[in-house]
């Protein structure tokens, strides 16, 4: 008798945490890149389409960028001109991917933004890949679209803010922390850990502080989800926190290390270090109010303390009053918070549906990674005192895109119970419900999509409760996928609507031009987005930048002086252009040098820099004119008057007294011009 042994078949491991599903077939694989190919499209075709109709969007940013792409100490700086009078109130890590673009393919508007609306659709990408090696490509594609749909994502990366670069690097860090969480080879994790702290790093070069506040979520996922033991776990972090030392503080020590007097000023500092930029208006000073060079505070101007704009209670762009609120106020709700009652749902509900899982559990980790971003930021978000503008909020689209794809993923595994099917309705009954308050509050845009998407939510959450067993399985799938459209289609279409919009200005808003029911001095259209103080200061007596024909390129025929762009500037542009000098002439404020910077490609000394900042002083200015290094002195028009309350400092006000006691003005359009030349003392 001949026995036949058949090997036994392997025992599985005992699950330590939540994997992927096994890899999927050919066909699915196709299936899942030809979707992602196509969402990425979308995203592309979205964030690139008409693009270079907002010219150069912020003046602040476009100037120093345009010099920058001129001279390689005004691009490593950051400084708003070619000759390196001040530089911006920010670092200079976005400055550097935009003076890059400028000095390889010419500077230009598209030049400008075209870089912007790909750090877009990387950061999507990364929201996708982050999602799926935790979930499945489905999870992955729903936050990818969520993100995309975003109106303050539409925003952002169609502009030449910062807030571009810093969320793409954020996103790459939560991706890497991420990664950590999955490797169980030490070494391997520490390299992801590292490489998070240098995305952070960088960050912190684009806009500070702000880059860092993910740092309690990202440390807490990894120590408690991490695969390797928990001394190792620590000393992971130790790597990580050094890493985000050394790429943030090398660039930090060089600007300490160099000579003052062969370096530009630094913008919005009081003493003209880093430093105090980090701790005060960058830092403490966006929490508690107390800027140092910053705009609020103070006493005078647009956010001066007794004029009640500080701490982002005055009108719409400045965020509304503090509290729990504020996200979902009249201007900061259609930016960003579409889907954050969906978003919490899931989180909670996801972390109720994977409560017994192990401690290396993936879905859990990732709820908290993203969970905690959002808390954290959005805490800060909604209690700071200092400026805050809405598009702030473009920082919490993708802790909101991650909580709605892992979270709702979670949930579907536990379809079969009630945990699951009741929040993935509450979910979409969240989505449909506060959709219809936000398109409620621009009743007469599309009136009937409100109701439209209301009904498709409540819809599919009736179909998912009544689905999850026997022959209605299928109905489930059908409510998901009703109630997913219907739920992100409101977000979406206010989206559409941004990109379509040519936005100007220090503090544009998200929406169609009629979406902001508060008094918004920012946004596209009509909305006069130069008039508020964002970051960079507003443009006096100018409407938006997206209609100022200054702002679409250098060699233009209007622009600074204007009151619309619509008077001939020729002239004055012909004599900055022919001036000769260091600096073509000085005027009062950083974004209304930029502005005629940007008309006539010459350096302008903007005095006072972004806000009131001490630079230059009284005795140094009459240096700078005795030795014929300023041409021009510009008193009105855009360049303004600090007596007029534009950065209307004591040395602004000196600067502009001595001027016209020693000058003769002439009239350049309704631009009051002082010849500096001969000057002998």
């Given at each position: 008798?001949?026995?036949?042994?058949?090997?036994?078949?392997?025992?599985?491991?005992?699950?330590?945490?939540?994997?992927?599903?096994?890899?999927?077939?050919?066909?699915?694989?196709?299936?899942?890149?030809?979707?992602?190919?196509?969402?990425?499209?979308?995203?592309?075709?979205?964030?690139?389409?008409?693009?270079?109709?907002?010219?150069?969007?912020?003046?602040?940013?476009?100037?120093?960028?345009?010099?920058?792409?001129?001279?390689?100490?005004?691009?490593?700086?950051?400084?708003?001109?070619?000759?390196?009078?001040?530089?911006?109130?920010?670092?200079?890590?976005?400055?550097?991917?935009?003076?890059?673009?400028?000095?390889?393919?010419?500077?230009?508007?598209?030049?400008?933004?075209?870089?912007?609306?790909?750090?877009?659709?990387?950061?999507?990408?990364?929201?996708?890949?982050?999602?799926?090696?935790?979930?499945?490509?489905?999870?992955?594609?729903?936050?990818?679209?969520?993100?995309?749909?975003?109106?303050?994502?539409?925003?952002?990366?169609?502009?030449?803010?910062?807030?571009?670069?810093?969320?793409?690097?954020?996103?790459?860090?939560?991706?890497?922390?991420?990664?950590?969480?999955?490797?169980?080879?030490?070494?391997?994790?520490?390299?992801?850990?590292?490489?998070?702290?240098?995305?952070?790093?960088?960050?912190?070069?684009?806009?500070?502080?702000?880059?860092?506040?993910?740092?309690?979520?990202?440390?807490?996922?990894?120590?408690?989800?991490?695969?390797?033991?928990?001394?190792?776990?620590?000393?992971?972090?130790?790597?990580?926190?050094?890493?985000?030392?050394?790429?943030?503080?090398?660039?930090?020590?060089?600007?300490?290390?160099?000579?003052?007097?062969?370096?530009?000023?630094?913008?919005?500092?009081?003493?003209?270090?880093?430093?105090?930029?980090?701790?005060?208006?960058?830092?403490?000073?966006?929490?508690?109010?107390?800027?140092?060079?910053?705009?609020?505070?103070?006493?005078?101007?647009?956010?001066?303390?007794?004029?009640?704009?500080?701490?982002?209670?005055?009108?719409?762009?400045?965020?509304?009053?503090?509290?729990?609120?504020?996200?979902?106020?009249?201007?900061?709700?259609?930016?960003?918070?579409?889907?954050?009652?969906?978003?919490?749902?899931?989180?909670?509900?996801?972390?109720?549906?994977?409560?017994?899982?192990?401690?290396?559990?993936?879905?859990r980790a990732s709820l908290i990674l993203w969970g905690g971003w959002f808390l954290v930021t959005g805490l800060i978000f909604s209690y700071m005192s200092g400026t805050i503008h809405?598009?702030?909020?473009?920082?919490?689209?993708?802790?909101?895109?991650?909580?709605?794809?892992?979270?709702?993923?979670?949930?579907?595994?536990?379809?079969?119970?009630?945990?699951?099917?009741?929040?993935?309705?509450?979910?979409?009954?969240?989505?449909?419900?506060?959709?219809?308050?936000?398109?409620?509050?621009?009743?007469?845009?599309?009136?009937?999509?409100?109701?439209?998407?209301?009904?498709?939510?409540?819809?599919?959450?009736?179909?998912?409760?009544?689905?999850?067993?026997?022959?209605?399985?299928?109905?489930?799938?059908?409510?998901?996928?009703?109630?997913?459209?219907?739920?992100?289609?409101?977000?979406?279409?206010?989206?559409?609507?941004?990109?379509?919009?040519?936005?100007?200005?220090?503090?544009?808003?998200?929406?169609?031009?009629?979406?902001?029911?508060?008094?918004g001095m920012g946004g596209g259209g009509g909305m006069g987005g130069d008039q508020g103080q964002g970051d960079g200061e507003a443009l006096p007596n100018s409407d938006d930048a997206?209609?100022?024909?200054?702002?679409?390129?250098?060699?233009?025929?209007?622009?600074?002086?204007?009151?619309?762009?619509?008077?001939?500037?020729?002239?004055?542009?012909?004599?900055?252009?022919?001036?000769?000098?260091?600096?073509?002439?000085?005027?009062?404020?950083?974004?209304?040098?930029?502005?005629?910077?940007?008309?006539?490609?010459?350096?302008?000394?903007?005095?006072?820099?972004?806000?009131?900042?001490?630079?230059?002083?009284?005795?140094?200015?009459?240096?700078?004119?005795?030795?014929?290094?300023?041409?021009?002195?510009?008193?009105?028009?855009?360049?303004?008057?600090?007596?007029?309350?534009?950065?209307?400092?004591?040395?602004?006000?000196?600067?502009?007294?001595?001027?016209?006691?020693?000058?003769?003005?002439?009239?350049?359009?309704?631009?009051?011009?002082?010849?500096?030349?001969?000057?002998?003392?």
């Amino acid at each position: 008798m001949t026995a036949v042994l058949h090997p036994a078949p392997p025992q599985r491991p005992a699950p330590t945490a939540h994997r992927a599903e096994p890899s999927p077939s050919w066909f699915r694989t196709r299936r899942t890149g030809l979707a992602l190919t196509i969402l990425l499209a979308a995203t592309a075709v979205l964030y690139l389409w008409n693009l270079t109709a907002s010219g150069y969007a912020n003046t602040f940013y476009a100037a120093a960028a345009q010099a920058g792409s001129q001279n390689w100490k005004a691009w490593f700086f950051g400084s708003l001109d070619t000759s390196n009078f001040i530089t911006l109130d920010k670092p200079p890590a976005s400055l550097w991917v935009m003076g890059l673009s400028g000095r390889i393919f010419g500077f230009s508007s598209a030049s400008l933004l075209v870089p912007q609306a790909l750090m877009g659709v990387g950061s999507v990408a990364l929201v996708y890949a982050a999602v799926k090696r935790v979930a499945t490509p489905a999870a992955g594609l729903v936050a990818g679209a969520v993100w995309a749909a975003t109106p303050a994502a539409a925003l952002m990366f169609k502009f030449d803010n910062p807030d571009a670069l810093l969320v793409l690097l954020m996103t790459l860090a939560g991706y890497f922390v991420i990664r950590a969480m999955c490797t169980v080879v030490g070494r391997r994790a520490a390299v992801w850990v590292a490489l998070a702290g240098v995305a952070l790093g960088f960050a912190f070069l684009t806009k500070m502080l702000q880059g860092l506040m993910v740092l309690p979520a990202f440390g807490a996922a990894y120590l408690i989800a991490g695969q390797v033991r928990l001394r190792t776990r620590l000393f992971h972090l130790v790597i990580g926190a050094a890493s985000v030392v050394i790429s943030a503080g090398w660039w930090v020590l060089a600007v300490w290390l160099w000579p003052a007097d062969s370096r530009p000023y630094i913008g919005g500092s009081t003493n003209n270090s880093v430093m105090d930029l980090v701790l005060g208006y960058n830092g403490l000073g966006r929490l508690f109010g107390n800027t140092g060079g910053g705009m609020s505070g103070g006493s005078s101007g647009m956010a001066g303390g007794s004029s009640g704009m500080a701490g982002g209670s005055a009108g719409s762009s400045f965020g509304g009053s503090a509290g729990l609120d504020r996200l979902f106020g009249s201007e900061m709700g259609i930016q960003i918070s579409w889907l954050i009652p969906a978003a919490l749902i899931a989180s909670v509900f996801g972390l109720l549906a994977r409560g017994r899982a192990p401690r290396t559990d993936l879905l859990r980790a990732s709820l908290i990674l993203w969970g905690g971003w959002f808390l954290v930021t959005g805490l800060i978000f909604s209690y700071m005192s200092g400026t805050i503008h809405p598009y702030y909020t473009v920082a919490l689209a993708p802790a909101v895109a991650g909580m709605i794809g892992v979270g709702g993923y979670a949930l579907w595994l536990v379809r079969a119970r009630w945990i699951g099917r009741c929040g993935l309705a509450a979910m979409m009954l969240a989505a449909g419900i506060w959709s219809w308050v936000l398109l409620h509050r621009n009743a007469e845009w599309l009136p009937m999509l409100k109701w439209i998407l209301l009904a498709g939510t409540v819809v599919g959450a009736i179909l998912v409760l009544v689905g999850a067993k026997g022959r209605f399985r299928k109905l489930a799938v059908a409510g998901l996928i009703i109630g997913s459209l219907a739920g992100i289609t409101g977000s979406a279409s206010y989206a559409i609507a941004t990109a379509a919009t040519a936005h100007g200005g220090s503090i544009p808003t998200a929406g169609p031009t009629d979406a902001v029911s508060d008094s918004g001095m920012g946004g596209g259209g009509g909305m006069g987005g130069d008039q508020g103080q964002g970051d960079g200061e507003a443009l006096p007596n100018s409407d938006d930048a997206s209609r100022n024909p200054m702002a679409s390129g250098p060699g233009t025929t209007s622009g600074p002086g204007t009151s619309s762009g619509s008077e001939s500037t020729s002239e004055l542009t012909a004599m900055l252009v022919n001036a000769g000098t260091t600096w073509s002439a000085a005027t009062n404020g950083s974004q209304s040098a930029a502005t005629y910077e940007l008309a006539s490609d010459t350096a302008v000394m903007a005095i006072g820099g972004r806000s009131s900042d001490p630079a230059p002083t009284l005795d140094q200015f009459i240096e700078y004119v005795a030795d014929g290094e300023v041409h021009y002195y510009i008193a009105s028009g855009q360049g303004g008057s600090p007596k007029d309350g534009q950065g209307g400092d004591s040395t602004s006000n000196a600067i502009q007294e001595w001027v016209e006691a020693n000058f003769t003005s002439t009239t350049v359009g309704n631009s009051t011009i002082y010849d500096l030349s001969g000057y002998v003392g």
